[in-house]
Antibody
Framework: EVQLLESGGGLVQPGGSLRLSCVAS????????MSWVRQAPGNGLEWVSA???????YYADPVKGRFTISRDNSKNTLYLQMNSLGVEDTAVYYC????????????????WGQGTLVTVSS | DIQMTQSPSSLSASVGDRVTITCRAS??????LNWYQQKPGKAPKLLIY???SLQSGVPSRFSGSGSGTDFTLTISSLQPEDFVAYYC?????????FGGGTKVEIK
């Protein structure tokens, strides 16, 4: 069964750092593009970052320069290193696998992990 | 960046009703449009990909249509488990923007 399991969330003070992990099972993470999506409490979904199968990284403007996405193929794990965290980064963070149709490199997200909550507060 | 406007933000309906949710892109995105369902406290689930393709295992009462800038998600006959939130998402280029969401509530 294809599954994603996130971990690493928690409470952190403003300006702090946190590293999220997303362990994939049932498929090889190295041949798929992957993404992180977040959802602030009571709000909608916001795309955060993506890692193409070839290793190219992409970021949403609000996190550019502060977050780093990476992958460890030997551990079948995706990471999101988050630095200089602010209260606006408080959210549930989901990882998701990218699937591809006739063209492109990340056409839709399936499946999603269960999410990990990051709370930035003093 | 291309913006995605989803409407309505909420709607009230009854079991058995036919409902339509719309998503409009600020410029053409061809058929790079997906729909997700999210139940409270759960991760989003893919319903429709590439504007009109039904994800495996999703009931046939869900359908999607549109191309270019205007898209719709239709639920032909609402079931009790369908009273949750729905999101559109574009995937033609980064950033992979989501619509603001639609909450379907019981009338």
């Amino acid at each position: 069964e294809v599954q994603l399991l996130e971990s690493g969330g928690g409470l952190v003070q403003p300006g702090g750092s946190l590293r999220l992990s997303c362990v994939a099972s049932g498929f090889s993470l190295s041949i798929y593009a992957m993404s992180w999506v977040r959802q602030a409490p009571g709000n909608g979904l916001e795309w955060v970052s993506a890692f193409s199968s070839g290793g190219t990284t992409y970021y949403a403007d609000p996190v550019k320069g502060r977050f780093t996405i990476s992958r460890d193929n030997s551990k079948n794990t995706l990471y999101l290193q988050m630095n200089s965290l602010g209260v606006e980064d408080t959210a549930v963070y989901y990882c998701a696998r990218c699937l591809v149709g006739s063209s492109g490199w990340c056409n839709w997200f399936d499946p999603w992990g269960q999410g990990t909550l990051v709370t930035v507060s003093s | 960046d291309i913006q995605m406007t989803q409407s309505p933000s909420s709607l009230s309906a009854s079991v058995g009703d036919r409902v339509t949710i719309t998503c409009r892109a600020s410029q053409s995105i061809s058929s790079y449009l997906n729909w997700y369902q999210q139940k409270p406290g759960k991760a989003p689930k893919l319903l429709i990909y590439a504007a009109s393709s039904l994800q495996s295992g999703v009931p046939s009462r869900f359908s999607g249509s549109g191309s270019g800038t205007d898209f719709t998600l239709t639920i032909s006959s609402l079931q009790p488990e369908d009273f949750v939130a729905y999101y559109c998402q574009r995937s033609n280029s980064v950033p992979f923007t989501f619509g603001g969401g639609t909450k379907v509530e019981i009338k």
